[in-house]
């Protein structure tokens, strides 16, 4: 670290824009992670950078000390990129708060869940459209043909522009980030950006004049804090940022995405078989082919980063690739995990500048995966063809993708009916019954007594439990019953507070915020079956059971626990399973007899194994041995965010919020979240991650003393008290007053 802590002298070796980093950008970073993980460099004029995820946070979200404005330092151009380049100025990305956060609240109403959730019908319309255009051909480039017309269409069609824009508007944004500076393509691209500066303004005068029910209506009806409207120079830079961060960014990552898919067909064929996966896989793919690979900061003052000095005006690059990419947060970062919690990801930045869209990008992202994954099922990538970004340092991507597929017919019928409860959702406590020593059974319904989404076995669904913590529990009613879901839940005294949370809060007439059904463990397709369930692991497996049974498929159940007072649904399981069920209470019978049941198996015969981590180890051993790995399908207990902190939910006391912007007073009980008492008062909240980790929610604190329950914080920032991450913080005092 001797050359990083010189600050008269220059690492020249870096260089993100170099051909070794285009080659291999996660290597490239890595190999300075170990050698020189902060230093200087000469290349562009001279700037400091950094390869570790906590010094990308902490510069991001330091925005006195790292600024984002524009500014003579580092040349001429836009501020957020090194080198600099040319371009309009934007709002609020290269402003600093407080200037920049009028505009957020300006934009924040129009993307947030719920508002993206409205729009989900539209975004599946204009997909299932685009895929229509070629499917029938048997080719197509994925980016000229899916992933650029599809979050084009989306994003001018909410903002309002007429169909007869679209293409025009969204090329030049493509160009701009897949041509090589100075190339002609790069000059047309700004010749299309002055056109879409016109364009934005002829539709800000026609919607002043007669406005109508889309995004630019709702921003021209926007107000500052005074009640003053904003100017259409202000507008201008606001729309052209909102259509620039939708338009290429879902292009690059949908486009990365197929492409690793097709190389690793493995995991294509676990997300059409498990399409449910795909939501948490999202959050991976964002992680490993973030679309904006860096930012850049300058430093307002004498400052240290990893034992590199730093002064007023030099200019810092933030990579998000690398930060991504840091084994200690993300263990063997190289490894792309469909199953992985990724969800610390930077690709959405971090803080005060944490995008915006979101919620947006991923639906439309879930949208142009789902058609391919169900509509292009086989869909090859010609690798020959594919023609990369000319520079991967600010953004990556695909300027081509060329594919071949069996053809298909249009689209006949309009996307889905019923829907997974993709937001938060309150759904009531019907029953809560004793299932087993330390295991009660929940009921759980809509309010209003409708119907839930369907589901099928092996699914599962995620409570928000009013400390924050997020927890998992399997499906294990009857999915002919459209108005319950029923969940088993164990008391793990040893545990880290959720099981004991719910176990004391689970009441009928509770309400528990949910979301699912997701299902990343289901029912194989095979002629006969072999169910292994260890302790609470049989709510999956109860199911799994069900299901063989109406359809007539022979299966064996072996179900162990600890003792036979502590096997849940053990009588429902004999009702089903009838002599193929086989209990094995460890304190009477011992440990099943794996080398016996594996090994008496047809070929042919699926198991499906649920239990704690030593059973699946040995489950796991003995396939390998026997060489079934390719037929075992199993199911984790996952232990989950390892960044949450374990608070006590039955010490929540009663406090009172006073909102400084609005004046309202609320009262947020013990058994809610502060951000659900918010929602319900304030239009517009800025908040993604809902478990204190994205920085997206933090709001200032004028008075009282915050509870922090985040992630984002330092020790010396929690002390302070003057911010708060609202999603799961809570209060010490009787009163908070927040600068809402």
């Given at each position: 670290?001797?050359?990083?802590?010189?600050?008269?002298?220059?690492?020249?070796?870096?260089?993100?824009?170099?051909?070794?980093?285009?080659?291999?950008?996660?290597?490239?970073?890595?190999?300075?992670?170990e050698?020189?993980?902060?230093?200087?460099?000469?290349?562009?004029?001279?700037?400091?950078?950094?390869?570790?995820?906590?010094?990308?946070?902490?510069?991001?979200?330091?925005?006195?000390?790292?600024?984002?404005?524009?500014?003579?330092?580092?040349?001429?151009?836009?501020?957020?990129?090194?080198?600099?380049?040319?371009?309009?100025?934007?709002?609020?990305?290269?402003?600093?708060?407080?200037?920049?956060?009028?505009?957020?609240?300006?934009?924040n109403?129009?993307?947030?869940?719920?508002?993206?959730?409205?729009?989900?019908?539209?975004?599946?319309?204009?997909?299932?459209?685009?895929?229509?255009?070629?499917?029938?051909?048997?080719?197509c480039?994925l980016?000229?043909?899916?992933?650029?017309?599809?979050?084009?269409?989306?994003?001018?069609?909410?903002?309002?522009?007429?169909?007869?824009?679209?293409?025009?508007?969204?090329?030049?944004?493509?160009?701009?980030?897949?041509?090589?500076?100075?190339?002609?393509?790069?000059?047309?691209?700004?010749?299309?950006?002055?056109?879409?500066?016109?364009r934005?303004?002829?539709?800000?005068?026609?919607?002043?004049?007669?406005?109508?029910?889309?995004?630019?209506?709702?921003?021209?009806?926007?107000?500052?804090?005074?009640?003053?409207?904003?100017?259409?120079?202000?507008?201008?830079?606001?729309?052209?940022?909102?259509?620039a961060?939708?338009?290429?960014?879902t292009?690059?990552?949908?486009?990365?995405?197929?492409?690793?898919?097709?190389?690793?067909?493995?995991?294509?064929?676990?997300?059409?078989?498990?399409?449910?996966?795909?939501?948490?896989?999202?959050?991976?793919?964002l992680?490993?082919?973030?679309?904006?690979?860096?930012?850049?900061?300058?430093?307002?003052?004498?400052?240290?980063?990893?034992?590199?000095?730093?002064?007023?005006g030099?200019?810092?690059?933030?990579?998000?690739?690398?930060?991504?990419?840091?084994?200690?947060?993300?263990?063997?970062?190289?490894?792309?995990?469909?199953?992985?919690?990724?969800?610390?990801?930077?690709?959405?930045?971090?803080?005060?500048?944490?995008?915006?869209?979101a919620?947006?990008?991923?639906?439309?992202f879930?949208?142009?995966?789902?058609?391919?994954?169900?509509?292009?099922p086989?869909?090859?990538?010609?690798?020959?063809?594919?023609?990369?970004?000319?520079?991967?340092?600010?953004?990556?991507?695909?300027?081509?993708?060329?594919?071949?597929?069996?053809?298909?017919?249009?689209?006949?019928?309009?996307?889905?009916?019923?829907?997974?409860?993709?937001?938060?959702t309150?759904?009531?406590?019907t029953?809560?019954?004793?299932?087993?020593?330390?295991?009660?059974?929940?009921?759980?319904?809509?309010?209003?007594?409708?119907?839930?989404?369907?589901?099928?076995?092996?699914?599962?669904?995620?409570?928000?439990?009013?400390?924050?913590?997020?927890?998992?529990?399997?499906?294990?009613?009857?999915?002919?019953?459209?108005?319950?879901?029923?969940?088993?839940?164990?008391?793990?005294?040893?545990?880290?507070?959720?099981?004991?949370?719910?176990?004391?809060?689970?009441?009928?007439?509770?309400?528990?915020?949910?979301?699912?059904?997701?299902?990343?463990?289901?029912?194989?397709?095979?002629?006969s079956?072999?169910?292994?369930?260890?302790g609470?692991?049989?709510?999956?497996?109860?199911?799994?059971?069900?299901?063989?049974?109406?359809?007539?498929?022979?299966?064996?159940?072996?179900?162990?626990?600890?003792?036979?007072?502590?096997?849940?649904?053990?009588?429902?399981?004999?009702?089903?399973?009838?002599?193929?069920?086989?209990?094995?209470?460890?304190?009477?019978?011992?440990?099943?007899?794996?080398?016996r049941?594996?090994?008496?198996?047809?070929?042919?015969?699926?198991?499906?194994?649920?239990?704690?981590?030593?059973?699946?180890?040995?489950?796991?051993?003995?396939?390998?041995?026997?060489?079934?790995?390719?037929?075992?399908?199993?199911?984790?207990?996952?232990?989950?965010?390892?960044?949450?902190?374990?608070?006590?939910?039955?010490?929540?006391?009663?406090?009172?919020?006073?909102?400084?912007?609005?004046?309202?007073?609320?009262?947020?009980?013990?058994?809610?979240?502060?951000?659900?008492?918010?929602?319900?008062?304030?239009?517009?909240?800025?908040?993604?991650?809902?478990?204190?980790?994205?920085?997206?929610?933090?709001?200032?604190?004028?008075?009282?003393?915050?509870?922090?329950?985040?992630?984002?914080?330092?020790?010396?920032?929690?002390?302070?008290?003057?911010?708060?991450?609202?999603?799961?913080?809570?209060?010490?005092?009787?009163?908070?007053?927040?600068?809402?």
């Open positions: 670290m001797e050359r990083a802590t010189m600050s008269a002298d220059f690492d020249t070796a870096f260089d993100h824009h170099s051909d070794e980093a285009n080659a291999d950008p996660v290597a490239y970073y890595a190999g300075f992670r050698s020189c993980p902060v230093g200087r460099s000469a290349a562009h004029g001279g700037f400091h950078y950094t390869t570790r995820y906590a010094d990308v946070a902490r510069i991001a979200r330091d925005d006195a000390t790292f600024s984002s404005a524009r500014g003579d330092h580092g040349g001429q151009g836009v501020g957020i990129v090194i080198p600099k380049g040319p371009g309009l100025e934007q709002f609020p990305i290269e402003l600093d708060p407080p200037r920049s956060t009028e505009y957020r609240q300006l934009i109403p129009l993307l947030t869940p719920e508002a993206v959730g409205q729009l989900v019908p539209m975004i599946e319309r204009h997909a299932a459209r685009v895929v229509d255009d070629f499917i029938e051909l048997g080719s480039d980016v000229r043909d899916l992933t650029n017309p599809l979050p084009a269409a989306v994003t001018l069609d909410w903002l309002g522009f007429p169909e007869e824009d679209w293409a025009r508007l969204a090329g030049p944004v493509h160009d701009i980030f897949a041509a090589p500076a100075g190339s002609e393509r790069a000059a047309r691209g700004a010749a299309g950006l002055a056109y879409m500066d016109r934005i303004r002829e539709l800000i005068t026609e919607r002043r004049a007669a406005p109508r029910a889309d995004a630019v209506s709702a921003l021209l009806a926007g107000r500052r804090a005074d009640g003053a409207g904003f100017d259409d120079d202000e507008l201008v830079s606001v729309i052209g940022l909102l259509i961060g939708g338009v290429d960014t292009t690059s990552l949908t486009g990365s995405t197929l492409v690793h898919l097709a190389r690793h067909p493995e995991q294509r064929r676990r997300l059409i078989d498990s399409p449910d996966l795909l939501d948490g896989a999202t959050e991976e793919f992680r490993a082919f973030a679309p904006s690979q860096s930012m850049a900061r300058t430093v307002t003052g004498d400052v240290e980063v990893g034992g590199c000095p730093m002064r007023a030099d200019r810092m690059l933030i990579p998000w690739v690398a930060a991504n990419h840091d084994p200690a947060v993300f263990p063997e970062p190289e490894q792309i995990r469909l199953d992985r919690d990724a969800s610390r990801h930077l690709s959405f930045g971090i803080g005060s500048h944490r995008c915006a869209g919620h947006l990008a991923r639906a439309m879930r949208a142009m995966m789902t058609q391919v994954l169900t509509r292009l086989d869909y090859r990538v010609i690798e020959e063809g594919l023609v990369p970004y000319p520079t991967r340092g600010n953004q990556s991507g695909w300027d081509a993708v060329p594919a071949l597929f069996t053809p298909g017919p249009p689209a006949t019928t309009a996307a889905g009916a019923v829907r997974a409860l993709s937001t938060p309150p759904l009531r406590v029953a809560v019954r004793t299932a087993a020593e330390g295991v009660v059974a929940v009921g759980l319904g809509l309010p209003d007594g409708g119907e839930l989404p369907a589901w099928r076995p092996g699914a599962h669904i995620e409570l928000r439990l009013p400390s924050g913590r997020l927890r998992q529990y399997s499906l294990c009613g009857d999915p002919a019953d459209a108005t319950t879901w029923r969940i088993g839940v164990l008391r793990e005294p040893l545990g880290r507070g959720g099981s004991a949370e719910l176990h004391e809060l689970a009441r009928p007439g509770a309400v528990f915020a949910v979301r699912g059904p997701r299902n990343h463990f289901p029912l194989a397709d095979a002629p079956y072999l169910f292994l369930a260890g609470i692991g049989v709510t999956p497996i109860l199911s799994m059971v069900r299901e063989a049974a109406r359809r007539g498929t022979p299966f064996t159940v072996v179900y162990g626990g600890r003792t036979r007072a502590t096997m849940a649904f053990a009588d429902e399981l004999a009702a089903v399973a009838g002599d193929a069920l086989t209990l094995l209470p460890q304190d009477e019978a011992g440990l099943p007899d794996l080398p049941l594996l090994g008496a198996l047809d070929a042919d015969t699926a198991v499906h194994a649920c239990g704690p981590t030593p059973m699946l180890a040995a489950v796991e051993r003995e396939c390998a041995r026997l060489d079934r790995t390719d037929r075992l399908h199993l199911e984790r207990f996952s232990a989950g965010d390892d960044l949450e902190a374990a608070f006590d939910a039955t010490a929540n006391r009663t406090f009172e919020v006073r909102l400084a912007r609005t004046g309202g007073t609320l009262t947020v009980p013990p058994d809610r979240r502060l951000i659900e008492v918010l929602r319900d008062a304030v239009s517009g909240l800025s908040y993604d991650c809902e478990k204190g980790y994205c920085g997206a929610c933090e709001t200032r604190v004028l008075a009282g003393t915050p509870e922090h329950r985040d992630s984002v914080l330092s020790e010396e920032e929690r002390l302070a008290g003057r911010t708060m991450m609202i999603c799961v913080g809570r209060c010490r005092s009787d009163r908070l007053v927040l600068d809402l």
